[in-house]
């Protein structure tokens, strides 16, 4: 079965620093781009963050970029998510999704999608 | 910074046929993708591509797309698709959510 799940979640005081990981199993991770995508409490799906197969490429939203890394481990079949200088905004459940990309002849246009996702894992940020 | 605009609220009779709409410039170079999620759990991704669903999706789900327009369309709504359903594009290297539609299904 194909399943990610997410953890190191927990509360931190606003400048502090938190690890979340997420572990791949049932597929062959190493093949794939992974996503953390958070969710403010009551709020929409924010992306965070994206990284290559290879650890090529990384990217992240405006809001993290300079206090979140990404980084795997295909070795251990492992995401994570260094998160410092905390803030009250990042309050959030967090989850880790595996990336595919879709392409269309006809068109030319392309289609990058997260087709499967963990159960998440909630950082509170507080005092 | 690029946007996807979705309507905050759409309802839909039992059994009739909605449309869920979004909108932004990046939906010119891509598809959108489309994931539904209920209460307390994960999204599910439902729509992808051109108009591809996932294994285990059922066929009432279809996407389409035109211009810097895409579309998430329910034939027959069922009881069960009542969720917020959320598009999702890639803006040259990072990705993107719409702000969500909450689906009733009266």
């Known amino acids: 079965e194909v399943q990610l799940v997410e953890s190191g979640g927990g509360l931190v005081k606003p400048g502090g620093s938190l690890r979340l990981s997420c572990a791949a199993s049932g597929f062959t991770f190493s093949s794939y781009s992974m996503n953390w995508v958070r969710q403010a409490p009551g709020k929409g799906l924010e992306w965070v963050s994206s990284?290559?197969?290879?650890?090529?490429?990384?990217y992240y939203a405006d809001s993290v970029k300079g206090r979140f890394t990404i980084s795997r481990d295909n070795a251990k079949n492992s995401l994570y998510l260094q998160m410092n200088s905390l803030r009250a905004e990042d309050t959030a459940v967090y989850y880790c999704a595996r990336g595919k990309t879709y392409y269309d002849i006809l068109t030319g246009k392309q289609s990058y999608y997260m087709d499967v996702w963990g159960k998440g894992t909630t950082v509170t940020v507080s005092s | 910074s690029s946007e996807l605009t979705q309507d905050p609220a759409v309802s839909v009779a039992l059994g009739q046929t909605v449309r869920i709409t979004c909108q932004g410039d990046s939906l010119r170079s891509y598809y959108a993708s489309w994931y539904q999620q209920k209460p307390g759990q994960a999204p599910v991704l439902v729509i992808y591509g051109k108009n591809n669903r996932p294994s285990g999706i059922p066929d009432r789900f279809s996407g389409s797309s035109s211009g810097n327009t895409a579309s998430l369309t329910i034939t027959g709504a069922q009881a069960e698709d009542e969720a917020d359903y959320y598009c999702n594009s890639r803006d040259s290297s990072v990705e993107v959510f719409g702000g969500g539609t909450k689906l009733t299904v009266l």
């Open positions: 990284i290559s197969s290879s650890s090529s490429y990384i």
